[in-house]
């Protein structure tokens, strides 16, 4: 029996409004999303976008459409590090990547902190296909996730990506409520 979830996040500063479903069934998890947002030069954009999951936590499928461009991306994983276009080309230069990080939601953390296992104060690094909004440009990038506190509502992690450093709140599901200066659920 499928149960849907929907979640809303809205930027700490500045203006704009994300809508996430989240569907879970026995066979796999999947995200529809609507993302209205400014660019840092204050460019409107608006974007959705779809992620199948199994049911652990693993992407097996993004789409991402920029609204009223023709502007759109499709990757596909095996769920092992190997990726392929929407032509089904392979993609060597995101080898080895399980997760993703999509700039404009903070949903994609949720990704790695339900499929790791996680010890408190042990980092772990991965290797995200990092997808930049509106432009969906993608790279390969290195995260890396640590669990510093964690109780019967919520747990923290410190999220590093480069010299960027943040500690992002979860509540039992994973889900971000709180990432400090970009995202506040509500």
Not at 60 to 75: A, D, H, M, N, P
Not at 112 to 124: A, D, F, G, K, V
Not at 168 to 185: H, S
Request: charged share 20%; net charge negative.
């Amino acid at each position: 029996m499928a149960t849907a979830t929907d979640i809303f996040w809205r930027p700490s500063i500045g203006s704009g409004y994300e809508h996430l479903r989240l569907v879970k069934d026995d066979h796999k998890i999947t995200v529809d999303s609507l993302v209205i947002g400014k660019t840092d030069e204050g460019a409107i954009f608006r974007v959705q976008y779809q992620i199948i999951l199994d049911t652990n936590w693993i992407v097996r499928k993004v789409t991402i459409q920029c609204i009223g461009k023709e502007q759109s991306l499709i990757l596909t994983s095996n769920g092992k590090g190997e990726w392929r276009d929407a032509h089904g080309k392979v993609i060597s230069a995101l080898a080895g990547c399980i997760d993703i990080d999509i700039s404009c939601t903070p949903f994609t953390n949720t990704l790695p902190i339900n499929r790791l296992e996680h010890t408190l104060s042990t980092p772990q690094e991965i290797s995200v296909v990092y997808i930049s909004v509106p432009d969906l440009c993608y790279r390969q990038v290195k995260q890396t996730y640590t669990l510093m506190k964690t109780n019967h509502t919520e747990s923290i992690f410190t999220y590093q990506s480069g010299s960027f450093i943040e500690n992002i709140k979860v509540d039992t599901d994973g889900i971000v409520t709180e990432y400090p200066q970009l995202f506040l659920r509500e």
